[in-house]
């Protein structure tokens, strides 16, 4: 079976198998945030995430980030329900500026869209367009909207909302089918409203930069963030005729 396959099968998996948990509070321990799940949602397994990034790492090996967890619909009631998958880019924000990061969210980010939009039209998947990312002094919080049309028609949506640590962007990339995603924004508004990080990992913007290639790293770490935010979206359309049982 081909990597593409692996993964396809295993997006399927993690949207349909296990029963809902019960959770209400989820904690990420490692990178140090939590939040209160919504009713009707629940959270993925560890192993059912660590399978994901184990795939996703045969498909992608270059790849800067790591997904962390994987929200889903309990009793999911359309064939293409919303989603929600969190992952975790190492970036060492100590010493950097607002500057520095509004840069990223600004200037270097036209060409590092411009690299994930080409890369996806090259492999043939989709045609992705990406709105130009807007960055909230205020939050510390940046937000990067896409639309993905398929080859079988359908557009879908996705929006990635990115939270600053001194570690590393924790980023929330929602995914719902176009048509959907403003009635789906109010659940995913539940997740973004209750996140939380540990006061003693939030990024305090530095009041002098440090070196010019802290913007252009993190630049590069987010393509890749970009990148696998989109793979599943990509994944999904081909998951209900591959993996439906015999």
Same mark, same amino acid.
């Given at each position: 079976?081909?990597?593409?396959? !692996?993964?396809?099968? !295993?997006? !399927?998996? $993690? &949207?349909?198998?296990?029963?809902?948990?019960?959770?209400?509070?989820?904690?990420?321990?490692?990178?140090?945030?939590?939040?209160?799940?919504?009713?009707?949602?629940?959270?993925?397994?560890?192993? @059912?995430?660590?399978?994901?990034?184990?795939?996703?790492?045969?498909?992608?090996?270059?790849?800067?980030? *790591?997904?962390? %967890?994987?929200?889903?619909?309990?009793?999911? #009631?359309?064939?293409?329900?919303?989603?929600? $998958?969190?992952?975790?880019?190492?970036?060492?924000?100590?010493?950097?500026?607002?500057?520095?990061? %509004? *840069?990223?969210?600004? #200037?270097?980010?036209?060409?590092?869209?411009?690299?994930?939009?080409?890369?996806?039209?090259?492999?043939?998947? #989709?045609?992705? @367009? +990406?709105? %130009?990312?807007?960055?909230?002094?205020?939050?510390?919080? /940046?937000?990067?909207?896409?639309? =993905?049309?398929?080859?079988?028609?359908?557009?879908?949506? =996705?929006?990635?909302?990115?939270?600053?640590?001194?570690?590393?962007? =924790?980023? &929330?990339? $929602?995914?719902?089918?176009?048509?959907?995603?403003? /009635?789906?924004? #109010?659940?995913?508004? !539940?997740? $973004?409203?209750?996140? *939380?990080?540990?006061? /003693?990992?939030?990024?305090?913007? /530095?009041?002098?930069?440090?070196?010019?290639?802290? %913007?252009?790293?993190?630049? +590069?770490?987010?393509?890749?963030?970009?990148?696998?935010? =989109?793979?599943?979206?990509?994944?999904?359309?081909?998951?209900?005729?591959?993996?439906?049982?015999?």
């Amino acid at each position: 079976m081909s990597t593409g396959r !692996l993964v396809v099968c !295993l997006l !399927l998996c $993690l &949207f349909v198998a296990a029963p809902g948990r019960g959770q209400d509070v989820y904690q990420d321990s490692t990178n140090h945030w939590t939040l209160r799940i919504p009713a009707g949602w629940e959270a993925a397994s560890a192993p @059912e995430v660590q399978a994901l990034n184990a795939e996703t790492d045969r498909a992608m090996p270059d790849r800067r980030f *790591r997904y962390t %967890a994987l929200f889903r619909q309990s009793a999911p #009631a359309d064939p293409e329900p919303p989603y929600i $998958l969190v992952q975790f880019t190492p970036v060492a924000l100590r010493g950097a500026t607002l500057e520095d990061v %509004a *840069r990223l969210f600004g #200037a270097d980010a036209s060409q590092a869209l411009s690299n994930a939009a080409q890369r996806i039209s090259e492999s043939g998947a #989709a045609q992705a @367009e +990406f709105s %130009a990312p807007a960055f909230d002094p205020a939050t510390r919080t /940046a937000t990067l909207d896409a639309r =993905v049309a398929r080859p079988d028609g359908a557009q879908q949506r =996705v929006r990635s909302v990115m939270h600053m640590t001194y570690d590393g962007i =924790v980023q &929330f990339n $929602l995914y719902s089918p176009l048509e959907q995603f403003s /009635a789906n924004l #109010a659940q995913f508004d !539940l997740f $973004l409203q209750s996140f *939380r990080i540990d006061p /003693a990992h939030q990024w305090v913007p /530095a009041t002098s930069s440090r070196s010019s290639g802290l %913007a252009r790293m993190i630049s +590069f770490t987010i393509t890749g963030a970009i990148l696998g935010a =989109v793979l599943g979206i990509l994944l999904k359309r081909r998951a209900a005729q591959r993996c439906t049982p015999k």
